[in-house]
């Protein structure tokens, strides 16, 4: 039996008064899910429901850091809630929302407003939630572009994030992320993975990059520990003139200058002891193209680069 699909939302925060913040129960607390729902809970956006995880264990543990919340052991121990939050891996996200549907439409009643359900992965749109929607439930994808690496540093550092909705519920959503301290835009669903795409270039990549770094330090006698201390700085740097100025402005280095001569010096050495010239190669082409918008360097440098690349 479907949901009734009313026409009135969830209020926003801000004409709650005094009433009791709405229900939001979770299926797949993990960091991002704790990190969430301890914000919520602290800014008292959201009463913390039920809490579903692969153990009760580890519901347990969640709702221990959130601070609030009841461990659960699966979606028929869950109460009515406004709010459910899907925070699983992305490759569960449809299977649970076809068991949550189930959910739903098995305990509804009569007159039953209709819960909002979004998750907050960063590739899949909202029509993943497609048999919620189909039910009456409104749904959105909300996806927080910062690093989850654990719940006790994130929940210290999320303010000033920015958060990507997209979705027909994004409206119920943009108020509650922004009382917790995050800058929301939205997107269409057609744009997701691509905005998805860009972001692990960034982010996710730059771990690559970094461990690509070190490899290559090491193999000139300069230990991890001692080669993430001297590039700290530089690194930090980098990251804050590409932000300010852009990346080609910010571009300095061998390729900035038209250095073909140490372009190739470098692919030698990587290609001597075995370090992957082909990834410096292809980051090198990308660079060369940046360098070129610069307008700097001179056709002989380029057409110079270009070989050593090739």
């Known amino acids: 039996m479907p949901l009734e699909n009313t026409a009135s939302a969830w209020p926003e925060p801000e004409s709650m008064g005094n009433t009791a913040p709405p229900r939001l129960n979770i299926i797949g607390a993990g960091h991002l899910g704790q990190t969430l729902a301890h914000l919520w809970h602290s800014a008292a956006v959201f009463t913390i429901g039920e809490i579903v995880n692969r153990t009760l264990e580890s519901s ?3 709702a221990g850091f959130i601070g609030a919340g009841t461990a659960a052991e699966s979606l028929n121990a869950c109460a009515p809630a406004e709010f459910w939050l899907i925070s699983v891996p992305d490759s569960a996200i449809a299977e649970v929302a076809t068991a949550l549907e189930a959910h739903l439409s098995a305990n509804a009643s009569a007159g039953d407003s209709r819960p909002c359900v979004f998750h907050c992965s960063g590739a899949l749109s909202s029509e993943v939630l497609a048999e919620l929607a189909e039910c009456g439930c409104e749904v959105a994808s909300a996806h927080p572009v910062h690093s989850f690496a654990t719940p006790e540093k994130s929940v210290s550092q999320f303010t ?3 958060v990507a909705l997209e979705g027909p519920a994004t409206k119920l959503l943009e108020t509650r992320f922004s009382a917790i301290g995050a800058h929301c835009f939205h997107l269409q669903a057609s744009d997701k993975s691509l905005y998805h795409c860009a972001t692990a270039i ?3 990549y730059l771990s690559g990059l970094m461990d690509y770094s070190f490899s290559v330090f090491e193999q000139a006698g300069i230990p991890r520990e001692q080669a993430a201390q001297l590039l700290a700085p530089i690194t930090a740097q980098t990251l804050d003139n ?3 100025l852009g ?3 910010a571009l300095t280095g061998p390729i900035a200058r038209g250095d073909a001569a140490t372009v190739r010096d470098h692919l030698r050495q990587l290609q ?4 992957n010239p082909d990834l410096y190669r292809s980051l090198g082409q990308q660079t060369l193209q940046l360098a070129e918008r610069n307008g700097k360097l001179s056709e002989e440098q380029v057409r110079a680069l270009r070989e050593a690349l090739s």
């Open 60 to 62: 347990a543990r969640a």
């Open 160 to 162: 000033g994030s920015w």
């Open 202 to 204: 960034a982010c996710n």
């Open 242 to 244: 590409n932000m300010q």
């Open 247 to 249: 990346p080609a402005r």
């Open 272 to 275: 001597a002891r075995g370090l």
